[in-house]
């Protein structure tokens, strides 16, 4: 009676270590930092500032600021166009990585570029994010009006579209956070480079602030 017991302890003993074991396991694998991708052009890259004062570092530190655990790559090219992006998003992820945040397109704007080749692009990319089961931010560009009503209005659809078509987030302007100051370059000048097509440090502040929910709301839906 005393062995069948001693064995009976000793069997439940064994079986709680096991379930701590597997229960500690569980933990560490959801304890490890969501991997996203930043894919973008010389406004991820961080053109013209110190790498702390760049896109990806200052987001990082939003991120990490509210409790977000959160491996942010920078995958920004500096002249990098929607078809740059598409030649390069799978070399560009790793085995970890599970989720994407697309920002092209600034590059096609300033070359003319025509919007259903632009459109052609992202949508390979997110082809390629949907193929490896990765959630996805989109962020969107505005074409200047100088290109025509009808450019416009097919290359500023093509983003919240295709967030719709593949199920992605959609945040609608680079430069939202921008907006607070102003919308004319006159307005903008204190918190753009000289060249006014990037922002300075005070000026990413900005845009992270603004755009940093919707980046959160991305590493929220891959932890999921």
């Known amino acids: 009676m005393f062995h069948s017991f001693t064995y009976g302890a000793s069997w439940v003993l064994s079986k709680m270590r096991v379930a701590a074991v597997c229960l500690c396991t569980v933990s560490a694998v959801h304890a490890e930092p969501v991997e996203v991708i930043a894919l973008g052009d010389s406004l991820t890259a961080g053109y013209g500032l110190i790498d702390q004062n760049g896109f990806v570092p200052k987001m990082r ?24 992006g598409l030649s390069r998003v799978e070399w560009s992820l790793s085995p970890a990585t ?34 490896k089961g990765l959630d996805v931010l989109i962020v969107g560009m505005e074409a200047p009006g100088n290109y025509g009503p009808e450019y416009k209005a097919e290359f500023d659809a093509m983003y919240p579209e295709l967030a719709d078509a593949y199920g992605a987030l959609y945040f609608p302007r680079f430069f939202e956070g921008l907006y607070v100051v102003g919308s004319t370059p006159a307005e903008l000048r204190d918190v753009m480079q000289m060249d006014g097509i990037h922002p300075n440090a005070e000026g990413v502040d900005l845009i992270v602030g603004a755009m940093g929910p919707a980046v959160a709301e991305l590493v929220e839906r891959a932890s999921e």
């Open 98 to 131: 599970e989720a994407l945040i697309v920002a092209l397109g600034g590059n096609d704007l300033l070359r003319g570029l025509d919007p259903s080749v632009s459109r052609a692009n992202l949508e390979g990319i997110l082809k390629v994010a949907q193929d």
């Open 61 to 84: 530190i939003w991120l990490e600021e509210r409790g977000f655990d959160v491996r942010l790559v920078n995958a920004g090219v500096s002249g990098d166009t929607t078809a740059g």
